[in-house]
T-cell receptor, first 112, second 116 residues
């Protein structure tokens, strides 16, 4: 089944403890992206990648890092999480044509 | 379920009615306009898109209309079913520098509730 898989689905962590949210897609998509979703603010792009070793900042990149060492994986790294990074995170991938992005099921992160 | 928004516009319809969800967009340079559906606890799911040089596109039970003069996008759902209940987001996509990739910029969303 064609899909974007994120892990974990739920995560509670403490301020300052480094964490990684993994994202993997099995559709051979070149384009991958991370979004965060917050009440009243909608979905905002954090980082994106157009191909292996090609990444760039989205609208809200502060406090996040990404890497794209392989085409299928695009992990999101929070080096020192803070409470304002408590959010619902989505990974998405696309072939590029049209508007057809495939989203993962989301990761609910709580930083205390 | 997980809350995806506070104070979002809401639309309540009866099963079998047609639904129209509206969206105003801001970027005249967007290449594609897209509708996504998000059910509770799930990620956004692609419904239909329309290129900026078109004004209407039909899918299965859905029609998207684009009015560039007033920067307005609408999604029409025919014979709405309880399974259509979800939050609907419009999004704009602008291609990046000659490539076919682009960032999605999402609207705030509309909550659609379909009553049996």
């Amino acid at each position: 089944e064609a899909q974007v898989t994120q892990n974990p689905r739920y995560l509670i962590t403490v301020t300052g403890k480094k964490l990684t949210v993994t994202c993997s897609q099995n559709m051979n998509h070149e384009y991958m992206s991370w979004y965060r979703q917050d009440p009243g603010l909608g979905l905002r792009q954090i980082y994106y990648s157009m191909n292996v070793e090609v990444t760039d900042k989205g609208d809200v990149p502060e406090g996040y890092k990404v890497s794209r060492k392989e085409k299928r994986n695009f992990p999101l790294i929070l080096e020192s999480p803070s409470p304002n990074q408590t959010s619902l995170y989505f990974c998405a991938s696309s072939l590029g044509q049209g508007g057809g992005y495939t989203f993962g099921s989301g990761t609910r992160l709580t930083v205390v | 379920g997980e809350s995806v928004g506070l104070h979002l516009p809401t639309l309540s319809v009866q099963e079998g009615d047609n639904s129209i969800i509206n969206c105003a967009y801001s970027n005249s340079a967007s290449d594609y306009f897209i509708w996504y559906k998000q059910e509770s606890g799930k990620g956004p799911q692609f419904i239909i898109d329309i290129r900026s040089n078109m004004d209407k596109r039909q899918g299965q039970r859905v029609t998207v209309l684009l009015n560039k003069t007033v920067k307005h996008l609408s999604l029409q759902i025919a014979a709405t079913q309880p399974g259509d209940s979800a939050v609907y987001f419009c999004a704009e996509k602008k291609h990046a520098g000659g490539t076919s990739y682009g960032k999605l910029t999402f609207g705030q969303g509309t909550i659609l509730t379909v009553h049996p």
